[in-house]
C-alpha cells in the first residue's frame, strides 16, 4: 500500500495525491457533488446535461475543437462521466504535461460557455433515446431498478433525466447548476503518478484567489460518445491549444495549501 497525502488549497478544494510507482502518465480526477440524487424532479438530468456542455467550449477557448486541442496537444485524454452523487472528469497525460494539464483542466470546469447547446441538445436526445422502446416506454434495467427500490425519492430518478426536461433546459438553467455546484468546496481534485508529492500541493501559474469551478458529462468536437457501465453516464474525449487562460488557473488550483 502507498500512503495517501491529503491537502486543501487556500480556496478549500482538497487534493488527494496517490503515488504509483508502476504508473508512467499522470492521472487527475476532478469530482464534484452533483448528480441525480441531487435533482429535483424539475431538474432531473441538468447535471448530466452540464457534463456534456462543458466541453462546448470555455472563456479562454470558445468551441469545443478549441477545447480538443487544447488536451491533445499535452498528449492527454479527457474523459467525464456523471453518476447517481457525483460527476468527474478524467485526465490522463504524461508527468512531464501535469502543471499544464491542471491550468488546462481548470480553465474546462471553471469558464464554460455553454455554447452551441440547441445542437447538444440533439445529440442528447439520440441518447435518451437508446433507453426507450418502439412505443416511448424506458426500458432500461437500471432505470426500472431506481424506480422500484426509490420510488418518488431523488436516487429512484434516471442519470439522464426525462427528454422534456432536457429539450426545456435553458442556458439559464445551466448556469444555475454549474454556479451551486461547482465550487472549490463541494469538489476534490486527486492525482495519481509514479511521483506524485509527498508533500506541498499540485503544480501552477498563479496563487488562488476565490473559489468557483465547474462540472459534469463530454463530447469531442465529432460527439461520438460511449456510454460506460451504469449507473454511470459518460463520456470520451480528447483535446489541444496554446493559450493559457488567467481566470481559471488562478481559481482553482494554488501553490499554496493547507493541510486537510
Known amino acids: 500500500m502507498h500512503a495517501l497525502r491529503r491537502e486543501r488549497l487556500e480556496n478549500g478544494l482538497p487534493v488527494i495525491f496517490a503515488p504509483l510507482p508502476h504508473l508512467h502518465t499522470v492521472q487527475v480526477v476532478f469530482s464534484v457533488r452533483a448528480g441525480s440524487r441531487f ?9 448530466h446535461v452540464v457534463e456534456h456542455m462543458l466541453f462546448r467550449g470555455s472563456e479562454a477557448r470558445p468551441s469545443s475543437a478549441a477545447l480538443n486541442l487544447a ?6 485524454t479527457l474523459e467525464a462521466a456523471t453518476h447517481v ?16 494539464g491542471l491550468v488546462r483542466l481548470a480553465e474546462i470546469v471553471a469558464a464554460p460557455v455553454f ?15 437508446d433507453d426507450l422502446d418502439d412505443e416511448g416506454r424506458d426500458v432500461d434495467v437500471d432505470n426500472f431498478a431506481r424506480r422500484r427500490l426509490f420510488g418518488s425519492h431523488p436516487l429512484g430518478q434516471s ?19 454549474h454556479q451551486a455546484h461547482y465550487t472549490a468546496k463541494n469538489s476534490a481534485l486527486a492525482i495519481a503518478s509514479s511521483g506524485a508529492r509527498s508533500r506541498g500541493s499540485p503544480p501552477a501559474r498563479a496563487s ?9 458529462r463530454a ?17 470520451r474525449t480528447s483535446r489541444r491549444a496554446n493559450t ?3 481566470r481559471s488557473r488562478s481559481t482553482w488550483w494554488s501553490t499554496s495549501s493547507t493541510a486537510a
Open 39 to 47: 435533482e429535483s424532479p424539475r431538474d432531473s438530468g441538468l447535471s
Open 71 to 76: 488536451v491533445e496537444e499535452i498528449g492527454g
Open 85 to 100: 452523487d457525483f460527476t468527474e472528469l478524467s485526465l490522463s497525460l504524461p508527468a512531464s504535461q501535469l502543471e499544464e
Open 115 to 129: 455554447a452551441d447547446f440547441e445542437v447538444e441538445k440533439k445529440i442528447l436526445r439520440e441518447e435518451l433515446l
Open 159 to 177: 442519470i439522464t433525466g426525462p427528454i422534456d426536461n432536457v429539450m426545456g433546459f435553458s442556458v439559464d438553467d445551466l448556469r444555475r447548476h
Open 208 to 216: 488562488s484567489p476565490s473559489p468557483r469551478p465547474p462540472s459534469s
Open 219 to 235: 463530447r469531442a468536437s465529432t460527439r461520438s460518445s460511449t456510454r460506460t457501465a451504469r449507473p454511470t453516464c459518460a463520456s
Open 244 to 246: 493559457i487562460p488567467p
